[in-house]
Nanobody, 121 residues
Framework: QVQLVESGGGLVQAGGSLRLSCAASGSIFSINAMGWYRQAPGKQRELVAAITSGGSTNYTDSVKGRFTISRDNAKNTVYLQMNSLKPEDTAVYYC???????????????WGQGTQVTVSS
């Protein structure tokens, strides 16, 4: 059983910062890409940022220069540092991980429970 547990969401004023964390635990052989998605009310879930096991990153255009994704492979944890937050960043943020359960069980998708980020104007 694998779990992703998120923390760090909350309410912040525009221009402020938040740091999200997501720790993976359980029967994990290795973790490939990890990422953060978000879903605002009435909108589809979208990829915010992703990071490979080697540290390569990519971001959606709207957060480039403001958000930074990082990971600690020893702790099976991914972070999202969010600076200069805007009201349009308000959403539920979900952690995602592509996990290998063994050498022959690869590429399983796991999601966190979601954490609310609200940015007031």
């Amino acid at each position: 059983q694998v779990q992703l547990v998120e923390s760090g969401g909350g309410l912040v004023q525009a221009g402020g910062s938040l740091r999200l964390s997501c720790a993976a635990s359980g029967s994990i052989f290795s973790i490939n890409a990890m990422g953060w998605y978000r879903q605002a009310p009435g909108k589809q879930r979208e990829l915010v940022a992703a990071i490979t096991s080697g540290g390569s990153t990519n971001y959606t255009d709207s957060v480039k220069g403001r958000f930074t994704i990082s990971r600690d492979n020893a702790k099976n944890t991914v972070y999202l540092q969010m600076n200069s937050l805007k009201p349009e960043d308000t959403a539920v943020y979900y952690c995602h991980a592509d996990i290998d359960l063994s050498w022959y069980q690869s590429g399983y998708d796991y999601w966190g429970q979601g954490t609310q980020v609200t940015v007031s104007s």
